[in-house]
């Protein structure tokens, strides 16, 4: 049950940094490997901390949100990047078979984080 309620606060989190913060951000260039999406990032790990530290202990909680920030910046940055690279146009049916991935990729990431919480 423990691992359920994580997991379920996790993909919670995501969708509240993926769709309602990233409302106020404006203009985000995601595809630079330095820039201005580290806030979002940030945000990531940062909601990270404030779940799994109700699941155990801050050092724990703490590595696992800089996973969640290292690991969403990497999903991000490549997603962007290559719809750049490849000038995908973002109404396109392509983009949006790329944008289920980058999606699939975040929600392992969650469960790999639950996985990790219940066997250390």
């Not at 820039?35 to 530290?53: A, D, K, M, P, S």
């Not at 995908?88 to 919480?117: C, E, M, N």
Request: hydrophobic share 50%; charged share 15%.
């Amino acid at each position: 049950m423990t691992g359920l309620l994580l997991l379920t606060a996790l993909l919670w989190k995501h969708a509240f940094a993926d769709l309602f913060l990233q409302t106020f951000h404006g203009s985000v260039n995601k595809s630079n490997y330095f820039g201005n999406g580290q806030r979002h990032y940030i945000e990531h790990g940062v909601l990270t901390f404030c779940i799994v530290i109700f699941f155990t202990d801050w050092t724990l909680a703490l590595a696992l949100a800089l996973l969640d920030y290292i690991l969403h910046w990497q999903i991000d940055f490549a997603k962007s990047w290559s719809v750049k690279k490849f000038s995908i146009d973002r109404q396109s049916k392509l983009f949006w078979r790329i944008q289920a991935i980058d999606q699939f990729f975040h929600y392992l990431t969650y469960s790999l984080i639950t996985l990790l919480v219940l066997i250390i």
